[in-house]
């Protein structure tokens, strides 16, 4: 059984840092790809950074990269997201998910379609200028 909780969110000003943690259980982060989405109100998701099963490869979208860093603690079945130089368009609801993905230089297909099947319910993040 799947289960995601998010944590770490709240509000920073621009230039601040963030870390948001997801636990989870073991059968997930030896199963599953994983990754953080977020969502504004109005508009669909986006994803922000995956990691493979195992943790084994790291994707980012454009709009994160060199700023966001993805990692999972495998003991404590935990995935995080390190938020650095965060600004006013980062603000967003940030959701964990999972499912299975296949990964390659194309970047990551997840089996359920467009997005993963699991999610959290998500912690928010407000950046102020």
């Known amino acids: 059984q799947v289960q995601l909780v998010e944590s770490g969110g709240g509000s920073v000003q621009a230039g601040g840092s963030l870390r948001l943690s997801c636990v989870t259980n073991a059968y997930t982060v030896s199963r599953y790809c994983m990754g953080w989405f977020r969502q504004v109100p109005g508009k669909g998701s986006e994803g922000v950074a995956v990691?493979?099963?195992?943790?084994?490869?790291?994707y980012y979208s454009d709009s994160v990269k060199g700023r966001f860093t993805i990692s999972q603690d495998n003991a404590k079945n935990t995935l995080y997201l390190q938020m650095s130089s965060l600004k006013p368009e980062d603000t967003a609801m940030y959701y964990c998910?999972?499912?299975?993905?296949?990964?390659?230089?194309?970047?990551?297909?997840?089996?359920?379609?467009?997005?993963?099947?699991?999610w959290g319910r998500g912690t928010q993040v407000t950046v102020s200028s």
């Open positions: 990691v493979t099963t195992g943790g084994g490869s790291t």
């Open positions: 998910a999972a499912d299975f993905c296949q990964s390659g230089v194309a970047g990551v297909a997840w089996y359920g379609g467009r997005e993963p099947r699991y």
